[in-house]
Nanobody, 126 residues
Framework: QAQLVESGGGSVQAGGSLTLSCVVPDYITGAYCLAWFRQAPGKAREGVAAIYPDSTATWYASSVERRFTISHDRAKNTVFLQMNKLKSEDTATYYC???????????????????WGQGTQVTVSP
């Protein structure tokens, strides 16, 4: 089972910025899709953004597009989520996840991911 370790969560005022980091195991290569999900209290887990580490292909939920940026540093085995112009509705626990691209599941399909981090809390105050 892959071990993904997130960091970078915290509390920020609306309009502020945070950057989340997720260190992934060495064997996660271009054959994988890396993604960020989030889950707010009482709500289902939802896809936020995803990236193929071996290309520039990225995907974003419409609610975060043009505010969040996902990126990958191969040398550091780390995937980042830069979050700008944060809103109170961005408050959630954020999870890093990985899946093999070959499984054919959509990037935001929670069930398609078989490796998850422990989560990091992001709280945005009005």
């Amino acid at each position: 089972q892959a071990q993904l370790v997130e960091s970078g969560g915290g509390s920020v005022q609306a309009g502020g910025s945070l950057t989340l980091s997720c260190v992934v195991p060495d064997y996660i290569t271009g054959a994988y899709c890396l993604a960020w999900f989030r889950q707010a209290p009482g709500k289902a887990r939802e896809g936020v953004a995803a990236i193929y580490p071996d290309s520039t292909a990225t995907w974003y939920a419409s609610s975060v597009e043009r505010r969040f940026t996902i990126s990958h540093d191969r040398a550091k085995n780390t995937v980042f989520l830069q979050m700008n112009k944060l809103k109170s509705e961005d408050t959630a626990t954020y999870y890093c996840a990985a899946k093999k691209k070959a499984n054919g599941r959509a990037w935001a399909d929670v069930g398609g991911f078989d490796a998850w981090g422990q989560g990091t809390q992001v709280t945005v105050s009005p």
